[in-house]
C-alpha cells in the first residue's frame, strides 16, 4: 500500500504558563492556611493520585512543604478510586510512579484501600471516604481541574470529583458509576461532594489547570466555602486552554501510545471525539472515521482501559495488557466497551494497511490522516499532504519541514512521530 507523506507541524494555542512551581505552589498553600485558619501542630491528609498531571510530584511535594513551614503534620493519601488494581499496595505504587514517595516529600504515605461510610446523600446514595483521610484535623484535595473524559457539563475532573470519587475508593468509586445511570454524572458528583464537605474536615483545595502544551498555567488555592462555585469557574478556564487537533474531520489518526498517566480513558476522548459512554452523547467534534493505537505506556502498568476507543491496534499492544488492572478498572466505572479489543495485527505495517484500506474509495496517499504522539502532546504532530494546503493558510499552524513518507523498520514496525 503507498501510505500518505506526512510533514510535522506545531501548532500556536494561548498557554500561560507558571515558570516556578516550587514558590507558586507554596505561596498558594500558605494563603490558603491563613485564609482558612489551620492551627500549627494540625494533621493534614493531602489527597492526591490522579494520572497524567504534570508537575503533581512537585506541586505535591511543595504543598506538603509549606504545611511544614506552618509547623503542621502532613501526610498523603490516595484518592484514586479503584485505581492500582484496587489494592491498597498498587495505590501507594501509582503514587510512587508520580514521584509522591516518603522519601522524595518528606512525609509519610498512608493507603488503604477500605473506605468507611460516613453518611447518605439526598439520593440516598452512600458516601464513603478514605478511612486514614478522616483520622486528620484537615483534608485537602491537590488535583486537576479539566473536561471529564465521560460526559459533557459544567464541572469536569477536579476537586468535587476527587472528593467524590478519588477519596471513596474502590467501593465508592463502583457505587458511584452505577448511579450515573439514574442521576448522571454532574448530579452524582456535586451530591457527593458536597456531603464530604459537609461531614468531613475538608479545608481547601489546590487546583491546577494546565495548558495546550502539558505545561502548567495556574495553581490556585480554593477554600471549602467557594469550592464549587470557583471550580466552575476554573472549569471554563481549563477548556479555554484544552488542545485540540488542528482538523475536525480526519480519515484516519495513528496514536503511538494511550495510557493511563495520559488520560483516563487511555486517550482523551475530548481529543478524539469518541466518548463509548452509556447515556451520554458522542462529542460534536472531531470526526475520524478511523482510529489506530500502536502502544501502552509503561506507566499503565498493564492497564489499557480505554483501547475499544480505538478501531485497530497492534500484538505489542495487547500482549502488554493486565487483563485484571483493566477489567477492575473498566468494571468500576461502568464501561466495559471501553476495554473490548480491538483488531490487531503483527506488525504496525499491517495494523496500518488495515486501517488505510476502511476508509472507503479514497486512496490512502490522499487520505486527510494525523500521526500524533498520544491525546496529551498534541502540539506538535505530524499531518498527511492531503491536509497540507489548509495547514498553509491558518495562522495557528507552524510547517516544520517537509514531506516524508512513514519510516518502517526491517520487522514492520512505525517509527515514533516524536
Not at 522519601?103 to 478511612?131: F, N
Not at 494546503?389 to 517537509?402: S, Y
Request: with cysteine; proline share 5%.
Amino acid at each position: 500500500m503507498k501510505f500518505p507523506k506526512f510533514v510535522r507541524i506545531r501548532q500556536r494555542f494561548d498557554a500561560p504558563v507558571i515558570r516556578d512551581i516550587p514558590a507558586t505552589t507554596e505561596a498558594e498553600v500558605g494563603r490558603m492556611i491563613e485564609e482558612t485558619g489551620l492551627r500549627p501542630g494540625a494533621s493534614v491528609a493531602v489527597a492526591a493520585g490522579s494520572r497524567g498531571i504534570v508537575n503533581i510530584g512537585t506541586i505535591v511535594k511543595h504543598t506538603v512543604a509549606a504545611f511544614q513551614k506552618a509547623q503542621m503534620r502532613p501526610f498523603v493519601v490516595p484518592a484514586m478510586g479503584s485505581h492500582g488494581g484496587a489494592t491498597s499496595e498498587g495505590q501507594r505504587r501509582i503514587l510512587e510512579h508520580y514521584g509522591i514517595q516518603e522519601a522524595e516529600i518528606g512525609c509519610p504515605v498512608y493507603s488503604d484501600i477500605e473506605p468507611e461510610h460516613i453518611a447518605e446523600t439526598p439520593d440516598g446514595l452512600p458516601v464513603y471516604v478514605d478511612r486514614n483521610a478522616l483520622r486528620a484535623d484537615h483534608i485537602v484535595v491537590v488535583n486537576r481541574i479539566k473536561p471529564h473524559t465521560d460526559f459533557e457539563g459544567n464541572i469536569g475532573s477536579g476537586l468535587m470529583k476527587m472528593m467524590a470519587i478519588g477519596l471513596g475508593k474502590q467501593k465508592g468509586a463502583s457505587y458511584y458509576h452505577a448511579a450515573v445511570f439514574q442521576y448522571g454524572f454532574e448530579r452524582m458528583i456535586t451530591s457527593v461532594a458536597r456531603v464530604v464537605m459537609e461531614k468531613t474536615p475538608i479545608a481547601f483545595g489546590i487546583g491546577i489547570i494546565e495548558n495546550a502544551y502539558d505545561e502548567t498555567a495556574h495553581i490556585v488555592g480554593i477554600p471549602k466555602a467557594d469550592l464549587e462555585r470557583k471550580e466552575r469557574e476554573w472549569f471554563g478556564e481549563a477548556k479555554r486552554l484544552m488542545a485540540k487537533l488542528p482538523f475536525d474531520e480526519l480519515d484516519v489518526l495513528i496514536v503511538d501510545e494511550m495510557g493511563k498517566n495520559i488520560s483516563g480513558t487511555g486517550m482523551d476522548t475530548n481529543i478524539i471525539g469518541r466518548r463509548m459512554q452509556d447515556f451520554e452523547a458522542e462529542p460534536v467534534s472531531p470526526k475520524i472515521l478511523r482510529i489506530v493505537v500502536r502502544g501502552l505506556t509503561e506507566e499503565s502498568e498493564g492497564n489499557a482501559t480505554g483501547v475499544g476507543l480505538a478501531d485497530f491496534t497492534t500484538r505489542r499492544l495487547v500482549d502488554q495488557i493486565n487483563h485484571r488492572y483493566t477489567y477492575i478498572n473498566s468494571i468500576t466505572g461502568m464501561g466495559p466497551q471501553k476495554s473490548r479489543i480491538p483488531i490487531f495485527f503483527d506488525t504496525d505495517r499491517e495494523v496500518l494497511e488495515a486501517a488505510f484500506s476502511t476508509i472507503g474509495m479514497i486512496p490512502a496517499a490522499h487520505s486527510r490522516a494525523v500521526h500524533i504522539r498520544n491525546t496529551l502532546h498534541i502540539g506538535e504532530v505530524a499531518i498527511s499532504e492531503k491536509l497540507l494546503e489548509a495547514a498553509a493558510d491558518r495562522d495557528d499552524i507552524e510547517v516544520l519541514g517537509k514531506t516524508e513518507d512513514l519510516v518502517f523498520d526491517d520487522t514492520g514496525g512505525l517509527a515514533p512521530v516524536f
